[in-house]
């Protein structure tokens, strides 16, 4: 992060809610990275993305933190920071045995290929589906088409994460796709409702590895779902009180 306000508002919130900040760093060569947002009657948003400190993590970063990384139960990447960076995370992860689970946010057209062999589980939404593969998902069906894409280019699990719809998942173990509704509730706002989904089935992965995949998901369904019942994307940790029990 920057060197700035919102770097100190980002290092403050993670420490508030327990999160160790021994790989944080904050630099006075960019600013913090910042997204507008905006969201409308319906709770459905749009975002505009500002990169800035957050490109400027790198493979000498990496390798700071590699005692962690290969230690851990699971590694989550995205596309936030230089995809090489995030690549190379992955490969440390799976060397060391550790489970991978990757989001390709934002998405591009031109990924690198070694995405799709080196993701334990290939997560993304329609949007990303679209920009990966040039097929748009409006139903079940195009996400399956999406799914066995996936698959073919060396994904062993692909779940397309669908908005009030649920997801679909579908493997080279199980290759009959799987479709996991999400319960109804009214959207406030959807921001950060991937995040949400993502971060709760890593959880899930982490410290509950012997429920099924299909349970893990209907459990971060309920989680995303939670999360797009109030504003803003970072007002999610007062609600854990208001979780289904069964969640834990």
Same mark, same amino acid.
């Given at each position: ?78 596309? /936030? !920071? ?7 995370? =992955?490969?440390? *992860?799976?060397?060391? @045995?550790?489970?991978? #689970? ?27 589906? /679209? !920009? ?7 139903? =079940?069906?195009? *996400?399956?088409?999406? @799914?066995?894409?996936? #698959? ?40 950060? *409702? ?6 709760? #089935? ?47």
């Amino acid at each position: 992060v920057g060197n700035d306000s919102f770097g100190n508002d980002y290092a403050d919130n993670l420490k508030k809610n327990g999160i160790s900040t021994a790989f944080v760093g904050q630099t006075t060569d960019a600013a913090t990275g910042t997204a507008s947002i905006i969201v409308d009657s319906e709770g459905q948003n749009v975002i505009v993305i500002v990169p800035g400190a957050n490109l400027l993590l790198n493979v000498e970063d990496l390798k700071r933190a590699s005692d962690v990384i290969c230690k851990a139960k699971v590694v989550v990447c995205q596309l /936030e !920071i230089t995809p090489a960076v995030s690549l190379e995370a =992955l490969k440390m *992860a799976r060397a060391s @045995g550790v489970k991978t #689970l990757f989001n390709p946010a934002p998405a591009l057209a031109d990924l690198d290929p070694q995405f799709y062999t080196y993701s334990d589980i290939f997560c993304c939404n329609e949007t990303e589906a /679209e !920009i990966l593969t040039g097929i748009p998902v409006g139903n =079940l069906e195009d *996400a399956e088409k999406v @799914g066995r894409m996936l #698959l073919e280019r060396g994904c062993k699990l692909v779940i397309v994460t669908l908005g009030a719809e649920g997801c679909m998942m579908i493997s080279g173990d199980e290759p009959i796709p799987k479709h996991v509704p999400a319960g109804k509730v009214r959207a406030v706002d959807t921001t950060g *409702a991937g995040d949400s989904f993502v971060g709760a #089935l890593a959880f899930y992965l982490a410290y509950y590895p012997k429920l099924s995949m299909e349970e893990m998901i209907r459990k971060s369904n309920c989680v995303a779902s939670v999360s797009v019942q109030a504003p803003g994307t970072q007002s999610s940790y007062p609600y854990r009180k208001d979780l289904p029990q069964d969640l834990f």
